[in-house]
């Protein structure tokens, strides 16, 4: 069970608009390595997973990574909020908007659909771990390409953010899978 608490994990407070910028930080949201698919790949592998601790740490990561969603989304919704034609047309945005309007639609920076095929889920503890960890480096590098691409304080700040929490579930993947399979843990 899941309780929603109506506020974001981190403030999201963008001042100038960017759609250009939005373009692409909404790959974080709906891109390859982003926060829809690190969502659904670990509440999915905590079905199959036989040990509670490891199942209760995808849960926590997994309903984290729901959090960053709506952060990310957020982010893209302000700096595209009250466009007029003008700027659509100027920042390129305007495939995008044809079809979207300003809604918050799961792409990847490149305009191709989120998809699931993105994610794994192979029911194996190691194989599944070691996704994990690779995603959690992804979704880093992923913000470390983001931050490349601006200087806005108010975008930096929350990129900076999310790009922490990544490095910290990674830890967290990693910290379990030497724990677990290094002949410390005496339940495996």
Not at 28 to 42: I, K, M, N, T
Not at 96 to 117: I, L
Not at 145 to 174: A, M, S, W, Y
Request: glycine share 8%; with cysteine; hydrophobic share 35%.
């Amino acid at each position: 069970m899941f309780v929603y608490e109506k506020k974001l994990q981190y403030p999201v407070r963008i001042k100038n608009t960017n759609p250009k910028l939005a373009a692409l930080i909404i790959s974080q949201y709906g891109g390859p390595h982003g926060e829809l698919g690190a969502s659904l790949r670990y509440l999915s592998q905590r079905y199959s997973m036989p040990y509670p601790e490891l199942k209760g740490l995808l849960t926590d990561i997994g309903t984290e990574e729901l959090g960053h969603l709506e952060m990310v989304g957020t982010v893209v919704h302000q700096l595209t909020r009250n466009l007029n034609a003008n700027q659509i047309k100027e920042a390129g945005f305007d495939q995008y908007f044809v079809d979207h309007t300003a809604g918050v639609y799961p792409q990847f920076a490149s305009g191709e659909s989120w998809t699931a095929s993105t994610i794994s889920v192979s029911g194996d503890t190691i194989a599944d771990l070691t996704e994990d960890l690779a995603a959690e480096q992804k979704a880093r590098l992923t913000y470390d390409n983001i931050l490349r691409f601006t200087d806005d304080p108010d975008v930096r700040d929350v990129i900076k953010f999310l790009r922490e929490r990544e490095v910290v579930h990674f830890q967290r993947f990693g910290e379990t899978k030497r724990t677990r399979w290094n002949g410390t843990s005496k339940s495996c």
